[in-house]
């Protein structure tokens, strides 16, 4: 066990005494320490840095070069974000052929002046947003390598996510701005080209020092080191703001994180509220009008929503988390999000909700969000919809990620969840599918395991797995541990196929004194079966058939009389429910009465008595 690792494993133990991080067997990780200087010029938008990155291998692997990414670079015509852009069936609406058209003071670039390995020159080709290097010396297994690299790049006018003067006139939106060495892990390496969407990094620790004109207001995805000095436009208490006449420094620093955003603009203010038991939550946004009404109300409902978000999904992972006004929708970054912040109230705290939740499954377990979006969007908008109801004290639905979802299957455009994010053929098809869809995962999985031991899963899975780039079959292995079941078969069929599931009442018949309900499964998806039969007593009861392959079943915690059945194999399309009851008795027969199933029709789910409907 090398230095690094005790270092590392010495600091997540100290913050957080409850990780079980020992015993875990986990995969190797590489690690990360940058040192950046930027000095950024607010008249041509120009900035030159320094960055020494200490790169650490734990791979078993010797590497013999290295990749970073130069994000900026695909804000230039041509560049392969343009260009698909420009050819994908329903663009986004916020690039189109945007990138086509920046003049050459307008574009973004980010590219090194010069990278050294120690003290030797390194060779390197630029490929569009990718610098591919060639190492003097291989990086041999458990060993590190110091990187020093000279750049200098432009900012440019706000495209997505990162830029200048946004549509609400925040200066500087810095994401994805400095070189960020690519993710090598268990798959090999990840220098993914920026097309569109999604974001893999290596975590380790940033100390970050920002020089900019000395009017600006600097907030960033770290914690200031040098307060007093940059003061005292970062003061709440309203006191005069210092009229620097040079440039001024911040110094941040972030520690055990993937990604280092900034963001600046004169006339941030700056807000906070510490939440009963953490984070302290900071807020940077420009007043006007519409935000001197919307943004204290956001502020004041954060330790209520946030106390709900820690103790149903689990601790909030950081000290502190920053909402900065700035980009343009509502973008993640480690213990940060960057969000326009002149929509209705209720946006506003809808996209901070969002946004935040994505430290759970972005900053904290961060996997590759490439190849698995669905972990990362699917599970934020379940975790949003949930403290959504809660706050709203209504029940939760996923109404609108069913109709979404149905809506694609009906279009013959949906493509299997297993699709890297920026290769699905529409844009449809990506934000159904990682969004809906995936959040379509953890409700069904409520629906097989039970809702309780779901969640007490779900908060098994972020404790266990955070810092640790957890894959698909590590979410389903903690599922299966949790709910004491085989789960293969839903993972399959849901996230790697097309497959839709229809579920059907065929027939209701009375048959010597006895009711037979007789099922049918019409499609090619398996689930267990749940019908709830109302009486004309009213009294309801549920019959309850989980699938043999489970090899378990689910425990209900209602009051409602539960008889379970034997196991349906996926394989017999035909079974029947047989009662000890007349016709006469039942009003009602309803097939996933809950709607946990994602049945693509319900309408053949429900079967109502002719003779007692009317009464
Ligand atoms: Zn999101």
Known sequence: MNLKIIILLTSLAYQFVSLPIYGQNFRWQQAVDYTIKVSLNVDNHQFEGHEKLIYTNNSPDTLYRVFYHLYFNAFQPGSMMDVRSRNIEYPDSRVMDRISKLKLDEIGYLTPISLKQGKSALEYTIEGTILAVRLTKPILPHTSTELNMKFKGQVPVQIRRSGRDNKEGIDYSMAQWYPKISEYDAQGWHPEPYIAREFYGVWGDFDVSITIAANYVVAASGILQNPNKVMVKHSQSGAKIQDHKKDITYHFIAK????????????????????????????????????????????????????????????????????????????????????????????????????????????????????????????????????????????????????????????????????????????????????????????????????????????????????????????????????????????????????????????????????????????????????????????????????????????????????????????????????????????????????????????????????????
């Open 256 to 615: 055990n994180v993937h990604d280092f955003m900034w963001a600046a603009d004169p006339d941030y203010v700056h807000k906070t509220i510490q939440v009963p038991g953490g984070p302290k939550m900071h807020f940077f946004y420009v007043e006007d009008e519409k935000t001197r009404e919307t943004w204290p109300q956001l502020i004041a409902i954060c330790p209520k929503m946030v106390a709900y978000m820690n103790k149903q999904f689990g601790q909030y992972a950081y000290s502190d988390f920053f909402v900065i006004q700035g980009g343009d929708g509502g973008m993640e970054y480690p213990m940060s999000t960057l969000i326009v912040g002149r929509g209705t109230q209720a946006g506003l705290i809808s996209v901070t909700m969002h946004e935040m939740f994505h430290s759970w499954y972005q900053g904290a377990l961060a996997t590759n969000e490439s190849l698995y979006p669905w972990m990362d969007e699917g599970f934020t908008t379940y975790a949003q919809t949930l403290t959504k109801a809660y706050l709203n004290n209504t029940k939760t639905k996923l109404n609108r990620s069913y109709q979404r979802y149905l809506a694609l299957a009906n279009s013959g455009k949906q493509e299997p969840l297993t699709t890297h994010a920026d290769h699905y053929n529409t844009n449809t098809a990506y934000g159904t599918g990682a969004y809906s869809m995936g959040s379509l995962v953890p409700y069904q999985l409520a629906y097989i395991m039970g809702t309780d031991t779901f969640h007490k899963a779900f908060r098994d899975y972020y404790y266990t797995w955070r810092f640790h780039h957890p894959t698909p079959t590590d979410f389903e292995r903690i599922m299966e541990k949790n709910a004491y079941m085989v789960l293969d078969w839903f993972f399959l069929d849901w996230i790697g196929t097309t497959k839709h599931l229809d579920y059907a009442i065929s027939e209701v018949s009375e048959n010597n004194g006895n009711v037979l309900i007789n099922l049918i499964n019409k499609n090619q998806r398996p689930m267990p079966v749940e019908v709830m039969v109302t009486y004309t007593n009213g009294n309801k009861e549920r019959f309850y058939m989980p699938l043999r392959m489970m090899r378990g079943s689910k425990k209900f915690n209602d009051d409602i009389l539960t008889t379970q059945l034997p196991d349906w194999p996926w394989t017999n399309p035909l079974n029947t429910i047989s009662l000890n009851h007349k016709l006469s008795d039942i009003s009602k027969i309803e097939l996933d009465p809950d709607h946990g199933t994602m049945d693509i029709d319900y309408s053949n789910n429900v079967w109502i008595n002719p003779r007692t409907a009317h009464e």
